[in-house]
């Protein structure tokens, strides 16, 4: 994560006869969340006995990784304005589907596993894709339908069945155990260690390349992308099939977390997806938000599930009422951070609005940086 | 107008689908024809249904609430937890209608004054107001409430039709009216269309939103308490999952997803076409989850169908003519 921050922070300073911005206001909304995040284990930490232990952080870090990779999949369809409510259903398609071939051939290798999960959920994230781009149906539309759709295939074919733990090879029902390396007794699991590598590549490929910029591009403004020429409807298509791949991904981190895996399992991940993307400042209305902000989002998330359940005073009952009240405080904070940072920000950038190269992703991120190119219209009344 | 034509070329496909749905379903079942087989169809959706008169107002006006599901279940257990702690039951009806309104009107209230997206706001809605539930009942299941409000849910109203069924279609024909014949449901397109134009022009757009949502929520709120009559007893989980069914009715009716255009009509078709399709499907003995895949496949090809017939050239000339 430290890789990702750095590569921003040079990008700022390197900019030519930009002195006056001294820190991107994506930045602004990573730190604050990591503020938060640092807030919530402080007062957890006084509620629960013996909270800072290494167990609390295994737990953590064994269990984010599956909503973390889907809150960076939803975050690409989410960039160019488009949503993809099917992820939960690619998860537990992907999820059964890696189960029985896993466990009818043991001797395969782990990579023909992964490969099989990863080229699964891309396959249903390209008729998501196609359907969105080409077909050009709302992706609420179309991926509330693939949500039935895919769910509905899985469990006819199901019939019923559970992968269960025994039947899967040992590596698999391991994975989520291992660790990668410990620094001071704190062990970093496989699992979080690739993770985060995912996080760091995709967040650094979203900021530096050209295919990045431009699924940014799409979703700041549409018309202005296709008539700058941009391939829209192939990017739109790339980024559902990343988002479902990547989906396939988490489909296969839920079976080796889980092993026993029915046909129901993923449901309401879609949900989590989107909450830890909204809560890590991703704007539903898309070109706006990182990668690493929906990642954080989904550590919050985790942080409050795993540790509420602990806390003596709060019921467990309490989760959901608890995250949607921090949802609905990460969006209004945004806006009325946003608001107060833009108009300083846009006063001090305004000189320099076409300064830099190609690559500067200053001028289609200004107008968008509290996120509401369309909902700004209520604001004012 | 090609959007009217639009309109009512979708009503004249909706309607073609649900007179086939029904002459093949007539052909498969002797009974199916039977009043109290319509009657029942409505009677074991009949909550959803009620939402989705509302949430038609909702999306025309280019919103969306996500939340209706959870606002259901919170009202049926603040019914059930004033029920649990003694107060008179009509009270707690009382209340439980006051908290939904609540619900629905602090979300709009958010959207309305901070422009931020319904569709987190409600998402945020979803999410908390199901925890709200959890709050007030934990694990319980709560029940015994009085004979006549178990009735309300089963027993018979006006002729065969259960009170809850008499209700859906009153709200049928006042919603037609408020949204196709008076000055508000004008302005619900309006803003639909297009926001700035409708601000521009001396709308008061965050208060519609307003009344939209706080309407939505009460809305949900009966509902839920219909279900809780027709259930008999109440738990945290009641509904979980409605949101995407009511949504997809109320798509499925031809409303745009991006607002300003949409008939109660076409959703009071697409309801139709839902309940008789998944009765239909049953019937044939499709199970339960297939059926909600080939209603998930009827959303899609219905939207993408009419893509391409708009590319029609022949449609293409039609519209320009009438327009």
Partial sequence: MT????????????????TAVWIRPERVKELSLLGVIFVALLVFGFLVDDYFSGRIFNRVTTSVAITAVLAVAQTLVIV???IDLSVGSIVGVTAYLTGQFASSNPSASPA?????AVGLGGLLGAINGVIVAYGRVPAIITTLGTLAIYRSWLISHGEGKTITADSLPSW????????????????????????????????????????????YAIGSNPEAAAQAGLPTRRLVLGAFIACGALSGFAGFLFLSRFGNITVVAGQGLELDSVAAAVVGGVSVLGGSGTLFGAFLGAVLIDVLDQSLVRVPQVSEFWRNAILGALILA???????????????????????????????????????????????????? | MPERLRERSWEMLLAVILVGTIVYNATQSPVYLDVDNFVNLFRLSIEKVIVAVAMTFVIINGEIDLSVASVMAFAACVLAAAHESGVSFGLAIVIALVAAASAGFVQGLV?????????????????GFRGAARVLLEDRSIGEFPDWFGDLGRADFLGPMPFALVLFLAMLVVGG?????????????????????????????????????????????????????RLGSVRANIGEGFELDIITMVLLGGVSIFGGSGTLLGVALAICIVLNLRNGLGLANVEANTQTGVIGALLIVSVLAQNLLDRLP??????????
């Fill in chain 1, 330 to 381: 990460a969006v209004i904070a945004d806006v009325v951070i946003g608001r107060r940072f833009r108009r300083r920000w846009s006063a001090e950038a305004r000189p320099h609005t076409r300064v830099g190269d190609g690559s500067t992703d200053v001028p289609t991120e200004a107008p968008v940086l509290t996120g509401a190119p369309r909902g700004g219209e209520a604001r004012d009344a």
């Fill in chain 1, 172 to 215: 698999v029902v391991d994975l989520p155990t291992r660790t990668a390396f410990s620094i001071g007794g704190l062990d970093i699991r496989v699992v979080f260690a690739v993770v985060v590598a995912i996080v760091v590549v995709l967040q650094v490929a979203m900021q530096r390349l050209r295919w990045g910029r431009r699924l």
């Fill in chain 2, 177 to 229: 009216v408020i949204l196709h014949r008076t000055s508000f449901g004008r302005r619900v397109y309006v803003i639909g269309n297009n926001a700035d134009v409708a601000r521009f022009s001396g709308i008061d757009v965050p208060r519609v939103k307003l009344t939209l949502f706080t309407m939505s929520g009460l809305v949900a709120g009966v509902a839920g308490v219909l279900f809780a009559a």
């Fill in chain 2, 314 to 323: 022949l449609r293409r000339r039609e519209a320009e003519a009438e327009a």
């Fill in chain 1, 112 to 116: 023909v596993a992964i490969a099989i």
């Fill in chain 2, 111 to 127: 959207v309305a004054k901070t422009g931020i997206s319904s569709l987190v706001v409600t998402l945020a809605g979803l999410i």
């Fill in chain 1, 3 to 18: 890789t990702a921050d750095v590569a921003g922070l040079r990008g700022t300073r390197s900019r030519p006869g930009r």
């Fill in chain 1, 80 to 82: 160019t304005r488009n």
